[in-house]
Structures are given as C-alpha cells and as structure tokens.
C-alpha cells in the first residue's frame, strides 16, 4: 500500500514570495491533516479535513496560508506571502476518519520550507 | 488547552542500556496517547498507543502505561540499540475537541552509542 506522498520535499524562497505545497493521502482515507514542523518543536496542526469539507482550521494563519481538497483526495497547501518564521517542515498526515474516537495517522515524509 | 510535556534532549546511552522518556500531558477527559517516532530521514511512524487509564501500549521492544492519577506516560525499553537512534515524541488526542487532531510535546533526540 502507498504511503502519504508529498511535494516537493525541499523549497528554499525569498520572504514574501508565494509558495505551494501537494499532497496525495493513502487511497481511501478521508480525513487529511497539515501540520507545522519548527525546528526544534513538535508538529502543530494546521488545519484538517473529512473529505472535502473543514473540520479544524482554528490555527491556521488565515491573512497567508490557505487551504483546499477540492475532491476530497489530494490537497493543496498555499502560503502567500511567506514570512521569515514560516521555515518549517510542512507535513501531511491522513487517516480513515469516521466516527471512531481514534484512527491511526500516517505522515507524508514532509515538505521542507525555508524562507530566506 | 491541552498541552504534552517531554524531557528534552538529547539523551545518550550506550548500546544496551534502559531507556526512560518522560511524558507528561494536561487535558480535560480522557484523552488517548500515543509515542510517534523519526528516524533520520523519514516520516512520523506511530510507535504505540494507549487509549484508557492503565492501559500498557507496547511495540519493539518499548512500552508506556497511561497513568491516570500522575497524567503521564512514559517510554521505557529495556535494551536500547544503535537503530533505536530518532526523535521520539508524545501526543495526545482529546475526543472532546473536534476532529482528531493530535497534540504533540517537542520531542526527544534519543542517541545509542555502540
């Protein structure tokens, strides 16, 4: 089975450009996650879907970063313009989702950003 | 909020050796924990998971219990290895909040020296 694929892996861009982000969850997962990696820190979530629709986006910096899953698999992750302080791993995680209290979360190998 | 607490690193053993990593958490209810691991150059893996009170999660060797009462769960093997060398972090997930978004502490840099 194909893991959570991500890309690309590394960016390197110049504070205020824009930048994107992929990502393709496990075939039939239809709960997917954005986490924030800062060197150093534990991921924070960005924010989380189910299926095509919002759940959590509650620390997502909404004036920068958006968000979409537009068919409810693959899922863009877009920062405009880019900060200083958004250099961090950008990782995606995806599960089964539904009403069970937990399913297993299984991470993307992340996008490296610098912002220089 | 909910927020997970680890000892920070890096922690250095030698080959063999008992490995402890402190886990505290705070949050409301009954949240279930959980131990992902990253190894150089690769993505999160779940290590383990407890999901009620006593509960002893175990996988490779490691093993944690969810203690209620002290609000901790801690990793512990018995016999570390070179491959045991990654980032270890604990997490949580509240069912009371939406989703499941998990919460992570900052993380362990675990070192085996052979």
């Known amino acids: 089975e194909a893991g959570v694929a991500q890309s690309p892996r590394y960016k390197i861009i110049e504070k205020r450009q824009s930048v994107a982000f992929w990502c393709n969850p496990i075939?039939?997962?239809?709960?997917l996650y954005w986490y924030q990696q800062i060197l150093g820190q534990g991921p924070k979530l960005l924010i989380q879907f189910q299926n095509n629709g919002v759940v959590d986006d509650s620390q997502l910096p909404k004036d920068r970063f958006s968000a979409e899953r537009l068919k409810g698999v693959d899922s863009t992750l877009k920062i405009q313009p880019a900060k200083l302080e958004d250099s961090a791993v950008y990782l995606c995680?995806?599960?089964?989702?539904?009403?069970?209290?937990?399913?297993?979360?299984?991470f993307g190998p992340g996008t490296r950003l610098t912002v220089l | 909020g909910d927020s997970v607490t680890q000892m920070e690193g890096p922690v250095t053993l030698s080959e063999e050796a008992f490995l402890t990593i402190n886990c505290t958490y705070t949050a409301t209810g009954y949240p279930s924990l959980f131990w992902y691991v990253q190894y150089p150059g690769e993505g999160l893996q779940l290590l383990l998971k407890?999901?009620?009170?006593?509960d002893k999660g175990s996988n490779k060797g490691f093993e944690a219990t969810y203690r209620k009462e002290t609000t901790s769960f801690h990793l512990e093997k018995g016999s570390v290895q070179v491959s045991d060398s990654a980032v270890y972090f604990c997490a949580l997930i509240n069912p009371n909040n939406a989703g499941n978004m998990l919460t992570f502490g900052g993380g362990t840099r675990l070192m085996v020296k052979p």
């Open positions: 407890a999901t009620k009170a006593d």
């Open positions: 075939s039939g997962h239809a709960t």
């Open positions: 995680a995806s599960s089964q989702g539904g009403t069970v209290s937990y399913n297993e979360q299984f």
